[in-house]
C-alpha cells in the first residue's frame, strides 16, 4: 500500500546548523508529495509541496525536491533557527480533493 | 480571509457519552477532510467529503463514528459511545476542489476519560 516513511525524532541541533530531514516513500505512479509543518499550540500549516519528479518546493528557507528515482522528498534549511522548532509531518496525495497519508512526524529542536 | 474554525478547541467526556464535533470550512471549498491525530497513531484520515456526499469513509475506525455535511459547508463528526482510545485530536480540513493544498483547522481535543 501507499506510505510515508520519515526519520524519528527528537532532533536536535544549534542554530545556523544545516538540516536534512528524510522522508521516503512507497507508492505506485506520481503522487503529489507535501511537507507539513505543525508549530507549538498551533495547527498544521503547509510548508511546502512538488507535483512531479524533479520539482523542487521551497518556502521559509527550507526545500524539497521530488526524487522519483529514490522515491524521496527529503526536508532540506541550510540554517536553522530557534523559531523552526516544531513538528515536521511529509506527505504525499495521489490526486486533487483525495486524502493525504501522513508520515509519523519529525520533532525538530533548535537551541540558541 | 477566515481560515477552518473547530468546535469546541477541547472536550472532556466520560467513556460511553456520545460526542459531535464541528468544523467550519473555508467558505467556497467544496472538498472536507476529517483526521485524527493521537499518541500512538499519528496523523490518520477519517473521511473525506465532496459537497454533502462521502465518497470515501475509509478511515472511520469503527461503526460508533459517524459524520456528516449539510449545505455544503459545515461538517459533524459524531462518535457514540466514546472509549478512552478515542482520546486525540481531532483535525479538519479544506480544500477547493481540483486544488492540492488542503487547509487544517486548530483541532479538537477530545479526552474521554
Redesign the interface.
Known sequence: GNSVTQMEGPVTLSEEAFLTINCTYTATGYP?L?W?VQYPG?????LL?A?KADDKGSNKGFEATYRKETTSFHLEKGSVQVSDSAVY?CAL?WS??????????TRLSIRP | GAGVSQSPSNKVTEKGKDVELRCDPISGHTALYWYRQSLGQGLEFLIYFQGNSAPDKSGLPSDRFSAERTGGSVSTLTIQRTQQEDSAVYLCASSPILADTQYFGPGTRLTVL
Not at chain 1, 42 to 46: A, C, D, R
Not at chain 1, 96 to 105: H, P, R, V, Y
Open positions: 503529489s507535501f507539513y498551533e495547527g498544521l500549516q503547509l509541496k507535483t509531518f496525495r486533487s480533493a483525495s486524502k493525504i497519508i501522513f508520515g509519523s512526524g
